[in-house]
């Protein structure tokens, strides 16, 4: 592998080995501490615009198997890694990461003290940072510094509808696809929900029309309050048909009845994140990637209830919405990899739909 480098917003440089697309990426920093579901993660769309560092040791030694992947595309623009493996051994690999990235464009590098990386990170905040197989210039650090995350639901959402419908289906939910993973439209269909997903942008009128049984926001990369139009056909559906929303769609639906999101110092990526389910006292272990978190303290005087909150942190992880028949969650019980212990919120969804009460 040639060498490679990763230049940080604060001027400092590691030295790699490069794998992956060649040339420069820039992209905002951030971790990951899953240990293993490398091929969802880097097809998630939630990572458009950031560069992945992943705290597991080892990179691609299963390698990358199409079935797994959450979207059609690797979504990261660049990958960080302590050891990077270009002879995986799995009976379902289909290729290796580094062809993956170099087929989708998107760069790596590795030979890095990933340890070091996450520490800064955690200690400083999330920052910018590029990957580039040239020798680091004043003007890419520049670049790099200037860098923001900006229209990325726009960038990553379907362009026109699309429509999963299994055999004998008993109820049909709008998807609205602000960067949605398959894995919950999988969850959906394997419910007997016939699934339409809708571009990002679509108005509140034509999802009313089209007669469906219940609306499902999906997740999606970059700052929820930038979607003022998204965030305006959410107000308008709110009450009018059951609603479910992970991640960027439970932010969204957040600030549609008046409370306030903020960016987090690094966020939640990976697969252990323990959220406490406040009327059960039960805690599920969750699959989580976001950089954005609703306010507690914007709650107040709304209709949001608090369902779900971090254990380690405290964050909001879920909110009810008992007038409006809604209900969301910051993590995402259809993980893939990562564990399914809340998996069953998509049931509470699908009785929602049959006219059941909500739990």
């Not at 999606?220 to 992970?246: S, T």
């Amino acid at each position: 592998m040639a060498k490679a480098y990763l230049l940080l917003a604060d001027g400092s440089v590691m030295e790699g080995e490069g794998f992956g697309a060649a040339g420069t990426r820039i992209a905002e920093l951030v971790f990951t501490t899953g240990m293993t579901g490398a091929a969802e993660s880097l097809t998630d769309p939630s990572y458009a615009g950031q560069a992945v560092c992943f705290t597991f040791p080892q990179l691609g030694n299963y390698g990358v198997c199409s079935d797994d992947f959450e979207s059609e595309k690797v979504h990261a623009s660049a990958v960080v890694c302590q050891e990077y493996c270009d002879k995986p051994s799995n009976f379902r690999c289909e290729m290796t990461v580094g062809e993956l990235l170099r087929r989708d464009g998107a760069a790596g590098i590795a030979g890095v003290d990933t340890r070091r990386i996450t520490r800064l990170i955690r200690e400083r905040g999330v920052m910018n940072a590029a990957v580039t197989d040239a020798p680091p210039t004043p003007e890419l650090l520049a670049a790099v510094r200037a860098y923001k995350v900006s229209g990325a639901v726009a960038a990553v959402s379907t362009a026109k509808p699309l429509v999963f419908a299994p055999p004998g289906a008993r109820y049909s939910v709008a998807l609205m696809d602000y960067g949605y993973k398959k894995s919950i439209a999988a969850c959906l269909t394997e419910r007997g929900c016939a699934v339409t997903l809708y571009p990002h942008d679509t108005p509140a009128e034509a999802v009313l029309a089209a007669g469906h049984d219940g609306v499902m926001l999906s997740n999606g990369p970059g700052d929820p309050a930038e979607n003022l139009y998204e965030i305006a056909q959410i107000r308008a559906l709110m009450g009018r048909l059951p609603m479910f929303g992970i991640c960027l769609g439970h932010q969204m639906m957040a600030l549609a009845q008046g409370a306030a999101t903020a960016k987090m110092k690094f966020g939640h990526r990976g697969a252990n994140q323990p959220a406490k389910d406040l009327r059960t006292g039960r805690v599920y272990v969750t699959s989580q990637n976001h950089g954005y978190a609703v306010e507690a303290a914007s709650l107040a005087g709304g209709p949001g209830v608090l369902r779900f909150a971090n254990v380690n942190d405290g964050s909001v992880e879920g909110l009810d919405y008992p007038g409006l028949g809604a209900f969301s969650v910051q993590f995402h019980p259809e993980a893939h990899g990562g564990p399914r212990d809340s998996e069953g919120l998509f049931d509470r969804f699908i009785s929602m739909l049959g006219g059941g009460r909500d739990a």
